[in-house]
């Protein structure tokens, strides 16, 4: 018994490590619209100035974006089928573990792990869970016609955020076309 107590907390570690790493993902498109006739795309800078994220993070996603779109067949046009635009939100969660239970609960006692009286030891962590919506729009219709949504959590180490911005989009990205996702 002892030993599965001991193993549970780092099985819950565990689930949220992997947890984390993920991207959720979900789509939504205009039934009606026939994405066969989209050959060509190009960004929609009014759409795009309007999102809340640093230059810097704009083109990361832009050149994601493309890469995507390059590696779908599209190509990139002054007079194109699709306009892509795309905003973005986060949520900053803060979590509160306290391992006191009081007399008798699982804590840290004066003679190390196990049971008696258990220390107030709070540990605090942050994290910021962030959603990128990718919006394509007809470009002759001027209506959005399919919408990806990404959301997972941010790495605040600036070494991968490239690496993470390029997952965010591919994984929103190989839902599109839809019908074709695997």
Do not use: H
């Amino acid at each position: 018994m002892k030993r599965i107590l001991k193993t549970l907390p780092l099985l819950g570690l565990l689930f949220v490590v992997t947890s984390c790493t993920s991207v959720r993902v979900a789509t939504d498109y205009d039934r009606k619209a026939n994405f066969n006739d989209y050959k060509t795309f190009a960004f929609f800078k009014t759409g795009i100035d309007k999102a809340e994220i640093s230059d810097l993070d704009k083109r990361r996603i832009l050149r994601a974006i493309e890469t995507e779109l390059l590696a779908k067949g599209f190509t990139k046009s002054e007079n194109p089928d699709l306009l892509i635009s795309l905003f973005t939100k986060s949520n900053q969660r803060v979590d509160v573990y306290n391992n006191y239970w009081g007399y008798g609960g699982w804590g840290w006692g004066g003679y190390g792990p196990g049971w008696g009286w258990g220390w107030n030891q709070p540990n605090v962590s942050t994290s910021t869970e962030g959603t990128l919506y990718i919006d394509l729009i007809d470009a002759k219709k001027k209506e959005l016609v399919w919408q990806g949504m990404g959301t997972g959590y941010l790495s605040r180490n600036m070494d991968k955020k490239e690496e993470r911005i390029k997952e965010f989009v591919s994984e929103i990205m190989k839902q599109y076309p839809p019908g074709m996702a695997k």
